[in-house]
């Protein structure tokens, strides 16, 4: 039922490419010089702190207002082109619904003025599960419904881009879950998913990339598996001093580090077998070692303190 909603984009080429993005408020300079790269199929997260220039970079995105500088391509054309934006879908901060009207007929009201066929409307309920609900009024609808009918209301031209803007803010729990599940539904269906989030577990739940801006500027765009990094195995050994000694002998000084009563190690996981072995046999008591995974927020932070220090 799903299958006319895959957003397929056949030439393999970006879906959004920016270059050298610019935009400047007066004296704030909301947007520094951002580069971007969507591909066809992934689920993009942009990430970053309140008033990072997520909500900026994706107004122009969709044309809603004009950068300062910078090249920006969407679906190979200018944001804001009549034919762009009828193959982008997007949901920038919070959707305006008629209140006393049900979530059907609104979306039929935006249907017939998009021109698109009726039976759009009940596929697109269908998918973001509001079907049960169509026929209440949107003033009644909990605000997880109503962001939910914000993306069916995206998703109503069948577009081959969605682009959402904090889809889970300000929503509780359960409506976080339903609105990642949809977004992950959404990916999984071929179509191109552009979302800003400034949680860090969320796009790690939900994205295949993720790109990082700090006050305006990117400072990192890679996977999400790469951006968490090499792996650090926890040691808690007895003798400690010795334990450290010993492993820094074994892989170089700043590959181990002490951090509360465990020394933590930067070691390939090859090695990892070796690394008990020796400490072992040189009569050290090991009493835990076990690997773990620098959360992405580790990663954010150091990125954007690397950021601040190439800044000041
Ligand atoms: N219309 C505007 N006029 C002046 N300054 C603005 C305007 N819109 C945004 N800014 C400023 O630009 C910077 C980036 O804001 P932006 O809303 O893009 O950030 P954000 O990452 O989306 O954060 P948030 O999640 O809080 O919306 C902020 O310093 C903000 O105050």
Redesign the pocket.
């Known amino acids: 039922m799903t299958g006319s909603l895959d957003g397929m984009n056949e030439t393999g080429a970006p879906l959004v490419e920016v270059t050298g993005l610019t935009?400047r408020?007066?004296d704030?300079l909301?947007?520094d010089g951002v580069d971007l790269t969507v591909l066809p199929g992934e689920v993009y997260g942009f990430l970053?702190?309140?008033?990072?220039?997520?909500?900026?970079?994706?107004?122009i995105l969709t044309g809603l207002?004009a950068p300062t500088s910078g090249d920006v391509r969407v679906l190979g054309g200018a944001p804001g082109q009549p034919d762009v934006l009828g193959r982008t879908g997007s949901m920038i901060e919070s959707p305006a619904f008629y209140p006393y009207l049900s979530g059907l007929d609104n979306l039929r009201l935006l249907a017939e003025y998009a021109e698109v066929p009726r039976r759009k409307v009940d596929e697109v309920l269908e998918l973001v599960d509001l079907a049960d609900r169509a026929r209440d009024r949107f003033s009644t609808y909990s605000l997880g419904m109503k962001q939910r009918l914000g993306v069916a209301a995206a998703l109503l031209k069948d577009p081959e881009l969605v682009i959402l803007?904090?889809p889970t803010?300000g929503l509780d729990p359960a409506g976080m879950r339903d609105m990642r599940r949809l977004i992950r539904e959404l990916g999984s269906g071929g179509r191109t998913v552009l979302l800003?989030s400034?949680l860090l577990g969320e796009v790690q739940q939900i994205c295949d990339r993720v790109g990082i801006?700090n006050s305006?500027r990117m400072v990192a765009e890679h996977n999400v598996e790469e951006l968490r990094g090499e792996q650090e195995l926890v040691v808690r050994a007895a003798p400690r001093e010795q334990a450290q000694s010993i492993l820094t002998n074994f892989l170089g000084a700043g590959a181990v580090h002490q951090y509360d009563e465990t020394l933590r190690v930067k070691v390939q996981p090859e090695k990892v077998a070796e690394v008990n072995r020796i400490l072992v046999e040189a009569g050290i008591a090991v009493s835990e070692l076990h690997s773990t995974e620098r959360a992405l927020e580790d990663v954010f932070f150091e990125l954007t303190s690397e950021e601040k220090a190439d800044v000041g």
Request: proline share 4%; hydrophobic share 25%.
């Open positions: 935009k408020y007066g704030t909301a947007v970053g702190p309140n008033g990072a220039g997520k909500t900026t970079t994706l107004r207002i803007d904090e803010n800003s400034h801006i305006g």
